[in-house]
């Protein structure tokens, strides 16, 4: 039988977004930087790895969600979204509280890890490069990721907005697709 793909979009692969690769780059890096740089038995640990996970696998659940509920797509998203941010919080913690240094915008080390991150979404990439660096360029190294991985889901969301007020759900899809069922064989 041949696949009827009127509705029900199957073609979601999260792994080719952007923001699902720099999703996981930040997973890796941040894995790295919990067990390199905190003590055992800190529950940061857990905690970071755990938002660092949610930020990357809700992109990936909300995807496949999206075939039935674009309401659920959008606010597994913004999940997404919440738990990069509880991450950043985290890495800026981290710095304060040691006495580190988070680099300003107009900072140089900033800018040239601006233009890296960006250029890069593969994620051994980064596990390669972060053995060499310190804790504190580690973590504005995270920061940054999680920057640019914020304004791509932000423009992930607004694309989703976008989408379901051109197109409806799935009740909307289901209706076209009998109508347009019924009329072809009548």
């Known amino acids: 039988m041949k696949e009827d793909k009127t509705f029900l979009r199957q073609g979601n692969n999260y792994r080719t977004l952007n923001a699902f690769q720099k999703a ?22 857990d905690q970071m790895i755990q938002a660092a996970r949610s930020g990357k ?18 606010k597994l998203t913004n999940v997404n979204r919440a738990s990069l941010h ?3 919080l985290d890495y800026e913690d981290y710095l304060r509280a040691r006495g580190l240094e988070q680099w300003k ?9 601006r233009a ?38 932000k423009g992930l969301i ?6 379901f007020k051109e197109n409806g759900g799935i009740k909307e899809e289901m209706y076209r697709a009998r109508k347009d069922w019924m009329i072809r064989n009548r």
Do not use: P
Request: proline share 0%; charged share 30%.
């Open 158 to 163: 607004e694309w989703k907005k976008r989408d």
């Open 116 to 153: 890296f991150c960006k250029m890069h979404l593969d994620s051994a990439v980064f596990r390669e490069k972060i053995k060499e660096r310190t804790d504190e360029t580690i973590a504005n190294i995270a920061i940054t990721l999680i920057h640019q991985c914020d304004v791509l889901i």
């Open 86 to 88: 509880e991450l950043l």
């Open 105 to 113: 915008y107009d900072d140089l080390r900033c800018v040239q890890t």
């Open 24 to 45: 996981e780059c930040i997973y890796d890096v941040t894995f790295y930087f919990a067990h390199k740089y905190l003590k055992a038995g800190d529950r940061t640990i």
């Open 57 to 74: 696998q809700n992109l990936a659940e909300g995807n496949i969600d999206g075939i039935t509920s674009r309401e659920m797509e959008i």
